[in-house]
């Protein structure tokens, strides 16, 4: 299993003093083991928060999940960037009032995503809008 070009770990988003939070569909048992085989560290090591699963009633493209990944102290749906694959995942997002980032797969690359922010074959080069310059130029190192 490979990570996407450009997803980093979670010690780097750390280091940006981002917060990262996964909602996501699989349940929470294959998120830890996608974690491991991907970057070798634990699910609670890399996001701050992982929704997942069965944890609401509504699956995307209904934006309870992103909904309940926010709930918590922290930011709040305007301070947030999703980064999705589909169609239905960019749905769910917007309806949470979220910023969207598209990274198509190839099951997903012919959906029409023009309700997204950015869309981009990967994260290589991309930066969240606000984050300083220097942050990102200083740990440009591996870029997954």
Not at 5 to 26: F, Q, V
Not at 125 to 136: D, E, F, I, N, V
Request: with cysteine.
């Amino acid at each position: 299993m490979s990570v996407r070009r450009g997803a980093s770990s979670g010690r780097r988003a750390a280091s940006w003093r981002l917060r990262l939070a996964a909602a996501t569909t699989p349940r929470p048992h294959n998120v830890a083991a996608l974690c491991r085989a991907c970057w070798g560290q634990e699910a609670d090591d890399i996001f701050d928060v992982v929704a997942a699963g069965d944890a609401v009633a509504a699956k995307k493209p209904a934006p309870d999940i992103y909904r309940l990944a926010l709930d918590r102290p922290g930011p709040g749906p305007a301070e947030a960037i999703a980064i999705e694959d589909s169609r239905i995942g960019m749905r769910a997002a917007r309806a949470a009032g979220h910023a969207v980032l598209v990274t198509p797969s190839a099951y997903t690359a012919g959906e029409d995503f023009s309700g997204a922010d950015w869309v981009r074959p990967d994260l290589t080069g991309w930066r969240p809008p606000g984050l300083a310059a220097q942050a990102w130029q200083a740990d440009r190192g591996d870029d997954r």
